[in-house]
């Protein structure tokens, strides 16, 4: 009996039947090389998922703008000891992603180059809505919708504009503005508001814009919050 070391095989590949005919053309091959076709699968993947697998000198980095609020609320403000959900914004497709929006003709909208926001434009928005609750100080209790929150009312917000307005000379102006309604029992809307506000930016480079846009979140919440706290 012959050994057969451990790891090989005494047996060898033949063609049989089709494979035997390609063979003789001399394009069967019993142990074909499949690194080049997962190499160029791997490619096709990369390619699929919208990702560049060869970085290139001409591409520009995003960078990730989180807002920062420092909102002044008019005084007095009542002190309320209900509590209030404050729903997910609803808002159009290319107001609910990351990227800032930007409008230079008419109803085109673009996107700026190089910046994003640090996560969807709702729930950004959610976040700083709750916050603004919170640090009023003035309500018993505030979340988001989404949370065990034994609410009384609810706040819903639709957002009808979040861009910056570039004209052909000077700086962009950033528009905001959403519609914000009060829910109680029954879903029965208690009471209803628009809010909006519009801010020259200091520039058009990116961080000046985003600088325009706490000033209109800043106006806005402002307003949303005393408004709340008064309309039951």
């Known amino acids: 009996m012959k050994a057969v070391p451990v790891g090989s095989s005494s047996c060898q590949c033949k063609p049989r039947g089709p494979e035997r005919r390609l063979a003789r053309a001399g394009y069967w ?11 160029l699968g791997m490619l096709l993947l990369a390619a699929l998922a919208g990702c560049n697998p060869f970085p290139t000198r001409n591409s520009t980095p995003v960078v990730a703008y989180s807002p920062r609020l420092q ?40 996107v700026l180059a190089g910046a994003r926001w640090s996560d969807s434009v709702p729930e950004l928005l959610q ?46 102006t950033v528009h905001v503005a959403f519609n914000a309604k009060l829910i109680g029992n029954a879903n029965r809307v208690l009471a209803a508001r628009s ?8 520039g058009r480079q990116a961080a000046a814009v985003v600088q325009a846009f706490e000033a209109g979140l800043e106006q806005t919440l402002a307003e949303l919050v005393a408004w709340t706290l008064a309309a039951p």
């Open 195 to 202: 809010f909006s506000a519009r801010v020259e930016a200091g």
């Open 71 to 110: 909102i002044e609320l008019p005084d007095p403000l009542p002190r309320v000891d209900w509590q209030l959900a404050v729903s997910r914004p609803v808002a159009e497709n290319m107001l609910s992603g990351t990227r800032i929006a930007v409008r230079e003709r008419g109803a085109e909208l673009q």
């Open 29 to 39: 091959n019993s142990r074909p090389d499949r690194s080049p076709r997962l190499a």
């Open 127 to 172: 976040a700083l809505v709750v916050r603004a609750f919170e640090d009023s100080g003035r309500i018993l209790g505030v979340a988001r919708q989404a949370t065990a929150l034994a609410a009384d009312y609810t706040l819903a917000i639709e957002l009808r504009a979040f861009e910056a307005e570039y004209g052909e000379d000077g700086a962009p």
